[in-house]
């Protein structure tokens, strides 16, 4: 949060790679224990989020108390939405369904002041990231600091947004690409194989086609097997990825739950097994 520099664009300019999730449920204890946990960031999912903008705004207070970075992904491409989010403190928006590079443009100019020929984003010296009690003395400094600091990070998820995906990515301002997955998959028909051979091969052609244009993209793991997950990890830095995203809070919570009651499951299946074939054992006619 202004005025201390983005950790998350500091890493990336040294090459270090980042490691961050999705916070769907309302607690800002989940984004604290992502914190604990080592997780360089965690995205705040308005779009999908079980939770408000007075919530939003209590989980990025909990990321600066621990020292973890607050991307909020807002809902649609209201410049309004993104907004409120950055005078919230966020110090990245990821920005859903971009499709055109007149949308990518629009975007980068409803995140940072300073887009020639763009005047959209509203203005106001008193808001949280600015330390709200600031006033207009120290407005210039966070101007600055905003266009230098905040990640603009777009999501591709739709066919258009692929035909067009060199054209977005060259909008100037464009920091981080995302393949949005599971929406392409949908549109596409495969519904929920978002890890198939045909999403697999179009994540290839969006790596290299970013990389071409000197943009950032975000990498998902495929495995859940740890050692197949670190060679697809050492994969991936391999190749250049430096951003990547584990899941969600949803995700995660779920399989410990999972995990926590499997030895139960077990014992009571073999339990069950040795009962009836106890029950089931041929009677003796001695």
């Not at 920005?95 to 002041?113: H, L, N, S, Y």
Request: glycine residues 10%.
């Amino acid at each position: 949060m202004f005025p201390n520099p983005n950790p998350l664009r500091q890493h990336l300019n040294t090459g270090r790679s980042i490691h961050g999730l999705y916070i769907q449920m309302p607690w800002p204890d989940g984004v604290e224990i992502a914190a604990a946990a080592g997780y360089d960031y965690v995205i705040i999912d308005e779009e999908h989020g079980s939770f408000d903008f007075a919530q939003t705004i209590h989980m990025i207070r909990a990321a600066e108390s621990r020292g973890i970075a607050a991307i909020v992904r807002v809902p649609d491409h209201s410049p309004a939405r993104i907004r409120k989010a950055l005078e919230a403190g966020a110090v990245g928006v990821y920005v859903p369904d971009i499709r055109t590079q007149e949308q990518a443009a629009a975007a980068v100019a409803a995140i940072k002041f300073g887009v020639v020929g763009a005047h959209g984003r509203g203005a106001c010296p008193t808001v949280r990231a600015t330390g709200s009690g600031a006033g207009g003395a120290v407005w210039g400094e966070f101007v600055h600091w905003n266009d230098r600091n905040v990640l603009v990070c777009l999501l591709i998820e739709s066919r258009q947004g692929m035909e067009n995906l060199d054209a977005i990515l060259s909008v100037p301002g464009v920091d981080v690409a995302i393949l949005g997955r599971f929406d392409l998959a949908h549109e596409m028909g495969i519904y929920g194989d978002r890890y198939g051979k045909t999403m697999n091969d179009l994540f290839e052609g969006f790596v290299t086609r970013c990389q071409g244009a000197g943009v950032h993209y975000v990498t998902r793991l495929t495995q859940s097997d740890p050692d197949l997950a670190q060679n697809e990890c050492e994969k991936w830095l391999a190749r250049g990825a430096r951003i990547f995203n584990v899941g969600s809070d949803r995700e995660l919570v779920a399989r410990a739950f999972r995990d926590a009651l499997r030895p139960f499951t077990r014992a009571q299946q073999q339990g069950c097994h040795s009962s009836c074939v106890a029950r089931v054992a041929p009677q003796s006619n001695d």
